[in-house]
Structures are given as structure tokens and as C-alpha cells.
């Protein structure tokens, strides 16, 4: 089945909200949104880079970030890392904002929280030139080893405190936006998030882009404009990339045939599938298979 947009958080522990994801090209631990998996989601995310380098597109504009830097996203933004070295790294913190405001309806919700979260403010790179910045980004590696090495009394307010002051520091440096986010833009958020869920649900059969359009009751035109905008491709563009993330997924965990593949994918001829798939990983079906098999030995 085909994962949709929104991403529900599975914690380990739901009476502490809080996870690390640590991600690299084919795998993701715990089992998460990883490499090339456009999502959003209600938490807070900050994505450090351990390893090599990455291109993460947030709301359609493209981050590059080197190893040792990191980026903020908000809450209910759409991203997906689109590039990453081939050693390459990174884990992401997830937690609610609900952490940062210790209570509901507390001042520190309603002043340092609130005001942030609900406006138009959409990520921030953190990159390590700025004394602010670099305290910060010790911080996440710190918090990093908490999460990898065995957890000792007390870990759970060790993490807490850190992302507390983390926030702290991030809103004393930085001029975020305080306004509400105009509602036009939360409009288009939304229905790109309908255009996109129904070619996940439908990729593997024919699709229409008038269809796609009217799941958003958009003209042909809007539903692409918002596309490049976003996602910086046409719908037909993420149909085709979309299916052939699915097809990577089966090529690796069936014994299906290519032609089989193809068909289970949306493709109505298995060449159009072997040239679109060549394209866009830069080796044939067969190849990835192979190397994907010689990878698990």
C-alpha cells in the first residue's frame, strides 16, 4: 500500500512524544519517512547531517546542507530529501510543540510558542557560522549520542531541557514571522496535499491530469503552476518519479518481473518503464536489483 503525505509518529514511548530518526540512502531507524519520501507531519523536526552532504526540499525550495549543519522545519510543512551522498547521514528529532510549551495555555505557549508555530514562518538552516549557531548544533550532536548509547536515568528531562534551550536560543537570534500565515497560503498547502494523496492512491492505474486537478477543483493550469511552485515539477514529472519509487520497493523486497513491476507501478509498457527508471536512477531495473540484492549479502 502506498504510504500517504501525512506521517503519523509512531514514538516508542507515547507518554514521552519524542523520536530520532537517523536515516541514510536505503534505510531508516527506526523504520521512518526517510530518503526521497515526501511528507509532512503536526511535529516539530530538526534534521542534523552526520554524514556527507544532502539537498532537502522544504515547500518546494531546495537546502543544502554540508555534515555538521542542520535544518528547523515546522510543523505541517511538506519536505522531502530529494539528495544525499552516497555514505551520507542524517538524523532528525520529531517532537510536538506541546514540549516546548510545558503546559497548555502556559505563558510560555502563548508567547514563545504559538506565535511561531502558526505563522508563516517555514524553516530555518542552521549552518554554523554564527556563535548562536554553532551552540546550537553541539547541542544536536549531543543529543544525538544521548539517543544512540544506552539510556540512563533521567535521559528523557536530559533531551527535553536541551530542546527547550535549543528553541530558546533559536527565537532569541532569529526575526520569525509573527503574523498568522495568509490564509491563501495554508489554502495551497491543502490542496496541493489532496493533488498529491490521490496520485499516491492512484498510481498504478491511468491518471488523468484533469483528474488531479479536480481532486483540488483547479483549473489544468493552477494544478500545474502549483506543482512547479511547490514541488518543482509537473504532475505528470511526480506521477512518473513516484511510480518508480514504488517500483524500487518491489524490485528489492519481490521476485516480481520487470514487466510484472511495470505493471503493478501504472505503466502501460514495460520500455516507457526501463527509460523513465534509467532516467531517473541512472541504471536499468535489472541493475538496481542486482545491486540492491549484492548489498543484503
Excluded at 503519523?8 to 514511548?13: G, L, R, W
Excluded at 539510556?151 to 528531562?157: H, S
Excluded at 518503464?273 to 541493475?287: A, L
Aim: charged fraction near 20%; hydrophobic fraction near 35%; charge should be positive.
Amino acid at each position: 500500500m502506498p504510504k500517504p503525505l501525512y506521517e503519523t509518529i509512531a514514538y516508542p514511548d507515547r507518554s514521552f512524544p519524542y523520536i530520532m530518526y537517523t536515516h541514510s540512502l536505503y534505510t531508516s531507524i527506526p523504520e521512518g519517512r526517510g530518503f526521497n519520501d515526501l511528507h509532512w507531519h503536526e511535529e516539530l523536526q530538526i534534521t542534523l547531517v552526520t554524514k556527507g552532504t544532502l539537498v532537502i526540499q522544504v515547500n518546494g525550495i531546495d537546502h543544502e546542507l554540508k555534515t555538521g549543519q542542520a535544518i528547523l522545519i515546522n510543523k505541517g510543512i511538506l519536505h522531502v530529501t530529494t539528495q544525499l551522498s552516497h555514505v551520507g547521514e542524517y538524523v532528525s528529532f520529531n517532537f510536538p510543540e506541546k514540549l516546548l510549551a510545558f503546559h497548555a495555555d502556559s505563558t510560555m505557549e502563548e508567547k514563545y510558542v504559538l506565535p511561531y508555530t502558526r505563522s508563516s514562518f517555514v524553516s530555518i538552516v542552521i549552518a554554523g557560522n554564527a556563535e548562536w549557531e554553532k551552540q546550537v548544533l553541539n547541542m544536536l550532536w549531543s543529543m544525538q549520542r544521548v539517543f544512540n548509547m544506552k539510556k540512563r536515568w533521567g535521559w528523557e528531562y536530559e533531551i527535553s531541557i536541551k530542546t527547550v534551550q535549543l528553541w530558546f536560543i533559536l527565537i532569541s537570534n532569529l526575526s520569525l514571522p509573527k503574523e498568522e500565515a495568509p490564509k491563501h497560503a495554508k489554502q495551497q498547502q491543502e490542496r496541493l496535499q489532496l493533488m498529491l494523496s490521490f496520485i499516491h492512491q492512484n498510481y498504478s492505474s491511468p491518471i488523468t491530469l484533469r483528474e488531479i486537478a479536480d481532486t483540488a477543483h483547479l483549473s489544468i493550469s493552477e494544478c500545474t503552476r502549483s506543482f512547479k511552485k511547490t514541488v518543482r515539477m509537473t504532475p505528470y514529472e511526480y506521477l512518473i518519479k513516484y511510480r518508480i519509487r514504488r517500483s524500487c520497493e518491489l524490485l528489492v523486497s519481490t521476485d516480481d518481473t520487470i514487466t510484472d513491476i511495470s505493471g503493478k507501478v501504472g505503466f502501460n509498457h514495460v520500455n516507457h518503464f526501463i527509460q523513465s527508471f534509467k532516467k531517473d536512477q541512472g541504471q536499468t531495473p535489472r541493475s538496481f536489483r542486482e545491486f540492491r540484492s549484492g548489498m543484503k549479502k
